[in-house]
């Protein structure tokens, strides 16, 4: 009631502050980075379970998440649907109890039933509180592993094309496709961070680039001689029918008492993945890096989630969840950016540097819902046709997209980096240089550790139990780490996952200060680094935000809404300590600050 009660003044805000350009290419490109790795997903689940999931149900998996969670959740950036955890939880189930000859649709149907009844336990109980207790570590582990599935689920679509012979025509035009996506797609993200170009035309290439590339190499595939070329595409079935052919509604009274109660540890399971993916997701989507304005709902919306887990299974679907990494990039095309020049030039060079900052994010949910309906209408007679059209070596290239852009910003992508890197290339003022060489070298390899412990299991029969591998890194972090590491190396290394505005649904974070009484915490990331002056790129003097929109009354707890809250980089997040400050606090050291040192952002009109 509490999650209620703090995010209902902000409803109607949730809808009108979507009357902004950010929200259009947010729904295009989460439309497409949500709808064809679901397609792929849906497709190793058609194969590995006898045809019981197809492209259908898994659309419908993802519009049902998307129309509840946009219309009445809690945290509407958080984008779901089916994920790749979901889908091996789904065919390794079907592998352990169809050799029994237990129905598989009414077993599921039980799984779900149970895991929406704990899920609604786990709300009432406030049980989401737990996540205080988790820090970049686990989630920096869980989204290398997640990252990695991706760029691997890119190689298994190549080299099922191979299947027919080494010799196949069909191979080569599907590397071919797959590495054109690649490397176009990720261009238009590089170009879109770089100087190149006019300004507008590097915005439009960021926004609508990947979508572009996509539509593009579908029809390339098409041209010419590459027509006769037979290459895997997506098998689907009638509009707005199943799979199988079945009805809508499964039959789980079909099935023996016995088989009900074996149903109960699968559910748990299910439940502890469902706990800590979807909060995990939510929990990115809302990370420090984002200046975001409006409170999160964790305990509702894992209410909301047992709901959803409830009508998959009456219906059959694939239960869908919090999605990493769509949910966090989600958040970031909805970021409001401007270019800024560094007060402290460059180390190196001497020169001033530039770096991008986010002013605001565009908080609403009109982009998490329309994506869902395009999505419902891609269940229709024509659209179906044209994803049947789709080679899934363009899947492949997307999906190596996603895995390089979430391992681009990964902490222990970042943290690999920093040991790998020459020394004399590294700068002096890097946070890691105060940490003694072998703890980062210790939590670098504890990290890879977990990822590795998390990746083996999946390659099993034991798949369905990797979420307790995943949950027991949390304890270990908390209690285990302080005795081998200093609480200032592990400030260093590690950092609170979200805000303190964002944690307070869930009791503030463990070890940090407890909120003021003010109740409206903010971020100040790398603030002394990314203190500067606003420019104009072409004529180089003090300008508006870079893609400014106007503010259309987003309300907030506290302050008029006008700070520039500078942020570091989403690109270069690592772990580097945020201290946590009230908007009032922070606006009294920004007015002092201001009389003895030039430069510093100036507030928007």
């Given at each position: 009631?509490?999650d209620?009660?703090?995010?209902?003044p902000y409803y109607?805000?949730?809808w009108?502050d979507a009357?902004d350009y950010?929200?259009?290419?947010?729904t295009?490109?989460?439309?497409?980075?949500?709808l064809?790795?679901a397609l792929?997903?849906s497709?190793d689940?058609?194969?590995?379970?006898?045809r019981?999931y197809?492209?259908?149900?898994t659309?419908l998996?993802s519009v049902?998440?998307s129309a509840?969670f946009?219309?009445i959740?809690g945290?509407?950036?958080?984008?779901v649907?089916?994920?790749?955890?979901?889908?091996?939880?789904?065919y390794t189930?079907?592998?352990?109890i169809?050799p029994?000859?237990?129905p598989?649709?009414?077993?599921?149907?039980?799984i779900?039933?149970?895991?929406a009844?704990?899920?609604w336990?786990?709300a009432i109980?406030?049980a989401?509180?737990?996540?205080?207790?988790?820090?970049?570590?686990?989630?920096?582990?869980?989204?290398f592993?997640v990252?990695?599935?991706?760029i691997q689920?890119?190689?298994?679509v190549?080299?099922d094309?191979?299947?027919?012979?080494p010799?196949d025509?069909?191979a080569y035009?599907s590397?071919?496709?797959?590495?054109?996506?690649?490397?176009?797609?990720?261009?238009c993200?590089l170009?879109g961070r770089?100087?190149?170009?006019?300004?507008?035309?590097?915005?439009?290439i960021?926004?609508?680039?990947?979508p572009?590339?996509?539509v593009?190499f579908?029809?390339f595939s098409?041209?010419?001689?590459?027509r006769?070329?037979e290459?895997?595409?997506?098998?689907?079935?009638?509009?707005?029918?199943?799979t199988?052919g079945?009805?809508w509604?499964?039959h789980f009274?079909?099935?023996?008492v016995?088989?009900?109660?074996?149903?109960i540890?699968?559910?748990?399971?299910?439940?502890i993945?469902?706990?800590?993916?979807?909060n995990v997701s939510?929990?990115?989507?809302?990370g420090?890096?984002f200046?975001?304005?409006k409170?999160?709902?964790?305990?509702w919306?894992i209410?909301l989630l047992?709901l959803t887990?409830f009508?998959s299974?009456?219906?059959?679907?694939?239960?869908p969840?919090g999605?990493?990494?769509?949910?966090p990039?989600?958040?970031a095309?909805?970021?409001?950016t401007?270019?800024v020049?560094?007060?402290?030039p460059?180390?190196?060079t001497g020169?001033e540097?530039k770096t991008?900052?986010i002013?605001h994010?565009?908080e609403?949910?009109?982009?998490?819902l329309a994506q869902?309906?395009?999505?419902l209408?891609?269940?229709?007679?024509?659209?179906?046709?044209v994803?049947?059209?789709?080679?899934q070596?363009?899947l492949a290239?997307?999906?190596?997209?996603?895995?390089?852009s979430?391992?681009?910003?990964?902490?222990?992508?970042?943290?690999?980096i920093?040991l790998l890197?020459?020394?004399s290339l590294t700068?002096p003022?890097?946070?890691?240089?105060?940490?003694?060489?072998t703890a980062?070298?210790?939590?670098?390899?504890?990290?890879?550790?977990?990822f590795?412990?998390?990746?083996?299991?999946t390659?099993?029969?034991a798949?369905?139990?990797?979420?307790?591998?995943i949950?027991?890194?949390?304890p270990?972090?908390t209690w285990i780490?302080p005795?081998?590491f200093?609480?200032?190396e592990?400030?260093?290394?590690d950092?609170?996952?979200?805000s303190?505005?964002?944690?307070?649904?869930?009791?503030?974070?463990?070890g940090?200060?407890e909120?003021?009484?003010s109740?409206?915490?903010r971020?100040?990331?790398?603030r002394?680094?990314?203190r500067?002056?606003e420019?104009?790129?072409?004529?180089g003097?003090?300008?508006?935000d870079?893609?400014r929109?106007?503010d259309?009354?987003?309300?907030?707890?506290?302050?008029?809404g006008?700070?520039?809250?500078?942020l570091?980089?989403?690109?270069?997040?690592?772990g580097?300590?945020?201290?946590?400050s009230t908007?009032?606090?922070e606006?009294?050291?920004?007015?002092?600050?201001?009389r003895g040192?030039?430069?510093?952002?100036e507030?928007?009109p």
């Open positions: 009631m509490m209620l009660r703090a995010r209902a109607w805000s949730d009108t009357w950010r929200v259009i290419p947010a295009v490109y989460i439309f497409f980075a949500n064809l790795p792929a997903f497709f689940m058609y194969v590995r379970t006898d019981s197809g492209v259908n149900e659309l998996a049902l998440g509840v946009s219309i959740g945290q509407p950036l958080c984008i649907g089916v994920t790749g955890p979901i889908t091996v939880f789904n189930v079907y592998d352990i169809t029994h000859g237990i598989f649709f009414p077993f599921m149907a039980w779900c039933i149970w895991s009844i704990m899920h336990i786990l109980t406030n989401c509180n737990g996540l205080k207790y988790v820090t970049r570590f686990s989630c920096d582990i869980f989204g592993y990252a990695l599935i991706y689920k890119g190689v298994q190549i080299t094309q191979y299947e027919t012979g010799a025509p069909a035009l590397i071919a496709i797959a590495t054109f996506v690649t490397v176009f797609g990720y261009m993200t170009i770089s100087s190149l170009l006019w300004r507008f035309l590097r915005v439009f960021n926004d609508y680039g990947t572009l590339t996509i593009f579908t029809g098409h041209i010419g001689h590459m006769a070329v290459l895997l595409k997506l098998p689907t079935s009638g509009a707005f029918d199943t199988p079945r009805g509604f499964v009274w079909d099935i023996s016995g088989q009900v109660f074996l149903a540890p699968f559910a748990i399971l299910l439940t993945l469902f706990y800590f993916d979807h939510s929990l990115i989507a809302q420090s890096e200046p975001l304005r409170p999160a709902a964790f305990h919306d209410l047992g887990t009508i299974g009456i219906l059959g679907l694939p239960a969840n999605l990493i990494p769509q949910a990039f989600h958040t095309a909805l970021c409001v401007k270019q020049i560094d007060e402290k460059d180390p190196i020169e540097r991008t900052v002013t994010v565009v609403q949910r009109v982009s998490n869902g309906l395009l999505t209408v891609c269940m229709s007679g024509p659209l179906l046709t994803l049947g059209l789709i080679p070596a363009v290239g997307l999906f190596w997209v996603m895995g390089l979430a391992l681009e910003g990964n902490g222990l992508t970042l943290k690999l920093y890197r020459d020394r700068l003022s890097d946070p890691l240089n105060k940490c003694r060489k980062v070298y210790a939590f670098v390899g504890l990290m890879l550790l977990g590795a412990g998390t990746f083996a299991i390659q099993t029969i798949a369905i139990g990797f979420p307790v591998i949950m027991a890194l949390i270990v972090r780490f005795r081998w200093t609480s200032d592990l400030a260093i290394l950092a609170p996952t979200a303190a505005f964002t944690m307070e649904s869930v009791g503030g974070t463990h940090q200060p909120p003021t009484k109740g409206n915490l971020v100040e990331a790398d002394e680094r990314g500067g002056r420019v104009d790129e072409e004529q003097k003090a300008s508006d870079d893609n929109m106007p259309h009354g987003s309300a907030i707890a506290e302050g008029d006008h700070e520039s809250h500078v570091q980089p989403i690109a270069s997040r690592q580097i300590t945020r201290r946590m908007l009032r606090d606006r009294q050291r920004r007015n002092s600050g201001s040192r030039r430069g510093s952002i507030r928007r």
